[in-house]
């Protein structure tokens, strides 16, 4: 689908494909590492009995090496039992925090690019009123010139300050490349934004801001919160629903039907929608 948005309309108006490809590209490298390494430290837990075993093939219980190594993969084996248990919420946790990353630098750089490649995009209000120092603008290498602007207007329209989609579509509505998110999609990201922040800055320790924005976690002020694997599958299937929805969005203002794309994502959304609500999760919230 991302090949789409290559093609121009007879405004010209396009904007690149590897950005989004390079996005899919790294979040299922992200996905991969977070299953491969969940994995092996279920394995971990075995080592032990391994060593055991092996100390006993060798007859040689009294070597002080096999005992060290013993004693070691039974620490680790504790550790990796501990996360198992808790269904590996240190692994997931950090992986919020680059599926997050990869979304905020896909979306300026969208901006950058469509900023580039449309004429018609620089004349927006909203970029011409932009106050760019001559100097300064200079300074910034050819190759990054438009993500520096793109920066410079997240920063003067206040889409930093807001919070999980509402801020992408602050920075998109501008080109006329924002639209409706569906609810979950809306609900699930502002979400995953603010576990990011928690564990980013607070270590995972719920925080009263974290209890005000995020009030159906019912999480206790002080407690620790543990991102488990249904959170993590749930954050990064919303990511990805909306991500199509970006390119579906920019393939329909470059002149393509993107009907039928469209029709994928609400469908996709209805699915987590339906999925999230057997996992028991509160589906009425209050909306970011």
Known sequence: ????????NKKGEAVAADLFEQFIEESQRLMQVVSLSAKGISIIRAMPKVEEAL?????????????????????????????????????HGWAIIGLWALLEDLLKGFIAEWLKSNKSARNVEEVKRLKIRLGEYESVPKGERYLFVAELLEKEIGA?????????EALLRPFGLSGEV?????????????????????????????????????????SQLTVSRHMWRAY?????IYVTLLICRAGSKSGNDMTEHFAVC???AAELASNQALQGTPMKRRRP
Not at 1 to 8: G, Q, V, W
Not at 62 to 90: G, H, M
Not at 198 to 222: E, N, Q, T
Request: include cysteine.
């Open 182 to 222: 569906p609810e979950i999609i809306q609900r699930l990201i502002f979400e995953m934004g603010q576990v990011r922040n928690l564990i980013a800055h607070r270590g995972g320790r719920v925080d009263r801001a974290f209890k005000i924005a995020c009030p159906w976690m019912s999480l206790k002020i002080g």
């Open 266 to 268: 609400d469908e996709s």
């Open 236 to 240: 990064y299937g919303a990511v990805h």
């Open 55 to 91: 100390a006993k093939v060798k007859g040689d219980s009294d070597n002080e090496n096999l005992k060290e190594r013993a004693l070691r993969a039974d620490e680790e084996a504790k550790l990796a039992e501990r996360e198992c248990d808790d269904d590996f919420p240190l692994l």
């Open 1 to 8: 689908m991302a090949e789409t948005i290559n093609k121009r």
């Open 160 to 168: 930093g300050s807001r919070a999980g989609t509402t801020r992408f």
